[in-house]
C-alpha cells in the first residue's frame, strides 16, 4: 500500500450544500449562518470527544463512536445513525461488509490535522458549530441537521452525501492507490476524474488566466490573483466532457476526490436520480440545473464513453477490487437498518434497487469484534494531514 502525503478531504455537495440549509441556519434574509448554535463551553481545539464539551450523546456504529450536539433532534441522530449503520453493512446482515476498514477506523493512528488520533462521527446542526480546527479536523466524518427537526428530502441529501465522503475518507486512507486524491497519487479514482471530464478545463486552474469552458468574475480585495474570489460558471457545450465541476476554490484533487466519487456513485445506483431529479439537464428549471454533471440515471453512467472507468469503479469490477479485497456498498441507504431484514426484497424510500451485486471475490464479512481483535497486525498506518473544506 503506498501512502499519501497528504489527505484531503472535501466535503462540498454534489449538489451545492447551501441548498439543504434549514430555517435554523439562515438569519432573516435567507442567508446561511456561521456557528449560529456554537455554544461557549464547546471547546473547538480539543481533539478528546468525551471531554470537548459539545456533545451530550453517542452511539456506536460497529465500534466507531458517533456523537451529537445537544440540539440535534433525536429522530435525525437516529436517522443518521441508521444511514452510517447501512454504508457500512450495506447487507444489513448484522456485520461490516468490509472489516478491515471498521479495523482501520478503529486503530490508533496520527493522521489526524496535528498528529491527533483521527476516530469518531459526528452529526451538529450549522457550519461553525464545532468550530473549523483541531476539533472538526479529528472525525473521520461528520454531517448536518441543519435546523430540520424531520426528516426531509433535504435531510435525506445531506446525510446521505456527507455519509459517503466519510467512506471515502477511510477508503482513500486505506487503499489511496485507488481511492486517493492528491497530486502525488495516480490513484485510479484521479484517472476516472480526468476521462469523465475529458477536454473540460478545471475551473480552478484557469480562472485567474481565463477559461475557455467558464464564465468567471472576480469580487473582493483579492482580486485579480487569487483563484478563490473568483466565481464561476460552467458555458454549456462548451467542451465535450460530461463533469466539469465549477467551483474556482477546487482543484483537481478536489473536485476529483470525494465529490466525484460520490456524484458518480449516486448516479449509478439511482440516488441522483431519485434525489437530485430536478437538477437534471433533461428535466430541470432554468436556474436550477446541475453545472457539475451531465448525467442523471444509471444507464447514463453505464452507457457513457466518459465514465467507464468510474463505472467499473462504483460498481466493485476495477481489478483492484479482486487484488485487495475492498467492498463499496451497492444499495442506497434508505435511513432505516434492520439487519433481520431479507435485502431481496426490501423496497427503498429511494425508489431504486440496484441491481449489481458486490463482487464475489471479496473477502467474507466476519465478525467486527475478531476485526477489532486483530488491529494490532496493521502495520504502516498512514501518515496524513486532513482537513474539511467546509465546517
Excluded at 97 to 103: E, F, R
Excluded at 148 to 167: G, M
Aim: hydrophobic share 35%.
Amino acid at each position: 500500500m503506498r501512502a499519501p502525503a497528504l489527505l484531503v478531504a472535501y466535503v462540498l455537495g454534489c449538489c451545492s450544500a447551501e441548498h439543504h440549509v434549514g430555517p435554523g441556519c439562515v438569519d432573516e434574509n435567507g442567508d446561511e449562518l456561521w456557528a449560529a448554535n456554537y455554544r461557549p463551553d464547546c471547546d473547538v481545539d480539543s481533539t478528546d470527544h468525551g471531554s470537548s464539551g459539545c456533545f451530550d450523546r453517542s452511539e456506536s456504529v460497529f465500534g466507531v463512536t458517533f456523537w451529537a450536539t445537544p440540539d440535534v433532534p433525536e429522530d435525525l441522530f437516529q436517522y443518521a445513525l441508521a444511514v452510517a449503520r447501512e454504508m457500512f453493512d450495506n447487507d444489513e446482515d448484522g456485520v461490516v461488509d468490509y472489516p478491515a476498514l471498521i479495523t482501520y477506523m478503529l486503530t490508533p493512528n496520527d493522521i489526524g490535522p496535528d498528529g491527533s488520533q483521527k476516530q469518531d462521527l459526528a452529526i451538529y446542526q450549522c457550519r461553525g458549530d464545532i468550530g473549523s480546527g483541531a476539533l472538526k479536523d479529528s472525525f473521520w466524518g461528520l454531517t448536518r441537521s441543519y435546523g430540520f427537526t424531520e426528516r426531509t428530502t433535504a435531510v435525506q441529501k445531506v446525510t446521505l452525501e456527507e455519509t459517503h465522503h466519510t467512506l471515502h475518507t477511510a477508503l482513500w486512507a486505506l487503499h489511496p492507490e485507488v481511492f486517493g486524491a492528491t497530486d502525488e497519487e495516480d490513484s485510479e479514482l484521479l484517472e476516472a476524474f480526468d476521462e469523465a471530464r475529458g477536454d473540460c478545463e478545471i475551473a480552478n486552474e484557469c480562472a485567474v488566466s481565463g477559461c475557455d469552458d467558464y464564465d468567471c468574475t472576480c469580487d473582493g480585495s483579492d482580486c485579480p490573483d487569487d483563484v478563490h474570489a473568483y466565481s464561476c460558471s460552467f458555458k454549456e457545450g462548451s467542451c465535450s466532457g460530461v463533469y466539469h465541476y465549477p467551483d474556482s476554490g477546487c482543484g483537481r484533487t478536489c473536485a476529483g476526490g470525494g465529490e466525484f466519487y460520490f456524484v458518480a456513485w449516486a448516479t449509478y445506483y439511482g440516488a441522483y436520480e431519485s434525489l437530485w431529479g430536478d437538477a437534471c439537464p433533461d428535466t430541470c428549471v432554468e436556474g436550477h440545473c446541475n453545472q457539475e454533471w451531465d448525467l442523471c440515471s444509471p444507464s447514463d453512467i453505464q452507457a457513457s464513453q466518459y465514465t467507464q472507468l468510474i463505472s467499473d469503479l462504483v460498481s466493485g469490477q476495477a481489478a483492484s477490487a479482486t487484488t485487495l479485497g475492498y467492498v463499496q456498498p451497492s444499495r442506497v441507504p434508505n435511513g432505516v437498518y434492520d439487519a433481520s431484514v431479507d435485502t431481496d426484497r426490501r423496497e427503498y424510500d429511494i425508489g431504486y434497487v440496484p441491481p449489481t451485486p458486490r463482487p464475489t471475490s471479496a473477502p467474507n464479512s466476519v465478525d467486527v469484534a475478531d476485526d477489532v481483535a486483530s488491529a494490532a497486525h496493521l502495520s504502516g498506518v498512514i501518515a496524513v494531514a486532513a482537513w474539511w473544506l467546509i465546517a
